[in-house]
Structure formats: C-alpha cells, structure tokens
C-alpha cells in the first residue's frame, strides 16, 4: 500500500512562494501509468484540484493556478514537490497529494485515488 507524507512550513508571508514536499513509500514515481497530485481545501469550501506530475515526469496544472504553480520531483528520493507563487490569504487551505493510476486531470472525487497524505494546512499571512 503506497504511502504519502506532506511535509513544508505552517505559515507564509503574502507575495512569498509556498514550498511542500511529498514523500513517497511503498510504491515508485515511476510506476507505469502512476500519477501524483496536489489538491487543496481552502477552510469552508470544496476540495481545489492543483496539479499533478505523472510518471513520466509530464505536469498538468489547474487553469486557474498554472501561471504561479511548478511541480516537480527528485526520483532519487522518491518525492515530489509543490511551488505556487505569489501566494496571497486565498491559498490558505489544507494541501494534500495523492496517488492515482491514470492521469486524471482535474479530478476532485477522492475515490478515484487510491493514496492520500494526511494532509498540511499552509496559512497565508497578510
């Protein structure tokens, strides 16, 4: 059973970039047809899909995010890590990542991913 561990600050000051790490066990980056997402939950609102990094290392990111978002990861390692920039007290929330097999753009239903993180609440502070 695969794994997911967040990990990265509590607090960020507005205009700054919000760092995450995802720590991966129990299962590969690189895993065929494997692909790794963020998603967040602002307080009081529905879970926000932010983008995800596949196997192969291809990303796709939400729309509405993609111009301040960079998601990368160390194979090495076997974690991948989340950038949004120019962040403001509307990326407060609690972020998460997540495992699915297929790429799944987009996808908010939690039952289609077959790992979570606990998840991290990250506060923007103005």
């Known amino acids: 059973q695969v794994q997911l561990q967040e990990s990265g600050p509590g607090l960020v000051k507005t205009s700054q970039t919000l760092s995450l790490t995802c720590a991966v066990s129990?299962?590969?980056?690189?895993?065929?047809?494997?692909?790794w997402h963020w998603l967040r939950q602002p307080p009081g609102k529905k879970l926000e899909w932010v983008g995800v990094?596949?196997?192969?290392?291809?990303?796709y990111y939400s729309q509405t995010l993609k111009s301040r978002t960079s998601i990368s990861r160390d194979t090495s390692k076997n974690q991948f890590s989340l950038q949004l920039s120019s962040v403001t007290p509307e990326d407060t929330a609690v972020y998460y990542c997540a495992r699915s097999d297929g790429l799944l753009v987009g996808a908010v239903d939690t039952s289609l991913y077959d790992g979570w993180g606990q998840g991290t609440q990250v506060t923007v502070s103005s």
């Open positions: 129990g299962g590969s980056l690189t895993t065929s047809t494997s692909a």
């Open positions: 990094i596949a196997y192969d290392g291809s990303t």
